[in-house]
């Protein structure tokens, strides 16, 4: 009897313990930290793998380029090029660490449909990637020693983050990228980056995003200036921190505002004569730096200076619109999501044609800015 109870006992145990059965050693991955893809000439595609060196980061003072690798290999699809790759590691890449996913303007213009329906299926990528798009080759952006001394997939992961010190441009998520691919109605947008050569012989190269990248869905259409992503960010409520420069009309000096807080809110109208939207924008600001002309000081008109606010951000909304509206036909303000939910039977019978509809669309837009800190006097270095 005792017997009989060990050997259940034994069984229970055994059918309750868990294991490691889909363990992978740490020494035998190459932790991905950046992806870049393009095609060859011969329509190869091309994987650019930025793998983190661990051994160099516990080095008392390692050389920046030590500290990762760069892989390359070709092949007929995505999948193909990849496995090519762990050919030339020699270990088996790990893809839940990258940070950024870069891909060249040659294959965007063709369409990243199919590059992101594989990233999705593996089941190790996750959908914060950050995601660019660039003019140059991925290994060239990838292999760029910064003086931080960080990997320069991190430096991207950070320039992403810190995006609305200026908000003149935007940098998308893969998930966003996925919503998008998937979605025929949705259009898309992500920041362009550059490398830029070293500003003296001390220094090293940089990154620098330059453009807002504007996609047709999954294609690569064109590209939004630094006026027209800050108009972009405002209408999209991706609007953070940044400054807002424009040289008063009565005195000439130059004012930067600094945007604290601002909200957008688009309301869909459908009338006898077509589809329109009314955007209405609030925004609160400081005076944060005013540059006088001839270096002569007064107190600053407030109301003046807020009027003028207005009527410059309505500018910035309008430019970027128009980009949309006359250059693009693209709705990559995604407008379409406030007018299915205010119409949803009227947009069933629009939306396959959603982008000639909306770039006939009436735009109005109405801006209340208001200005804080105004204890302005006339001494110097003050505002």
Known sequence: ???????????????????????REIENLGFVLGLGVSKTETGLFSIVAQVANPGFFVAEAPEQRDIYTILKAEGLTVFDALRNLSMISGRRLYLSHIKALVINESIAKEGIGEIIGFLVQDMEVRLEIDVFVTKQAPEEIFDTPNTLGLIPALVMEIMAVNYGASSKVYVAELHETVEAVNNPVINYVTGLLEKLPAPSENEKAMFHLTQIAVFDNDRLAG????????????????FKNAVIVFESKSSGDLLSIEVLESTAKVKPKLTDTGVGFDIKL??????AERVPKDHTYWELDIEEATLQLNSVLEEKMALAMKAAQNQYQIDFFNLSRYFYRAYPAEFKELKDDWNKVFSKAEINYEVESTLLHSALNQNRGRI
């Open 1 to 23: 009897m005792k017997r009989v109870k060990l050997a259940i006992l034994i069984i229970i145990v055994t059918l309750l313990t868990t294991a490691c059965w889909s363990r």
């Open 223 to 238: 590209y939004l200036g630094f006026e027209e992503g800050q108009g972009f960010n405002f209408i999209t409520n991706n």
């Open 282 to 287: 609030k925004v609160r600001a400081n005076v």
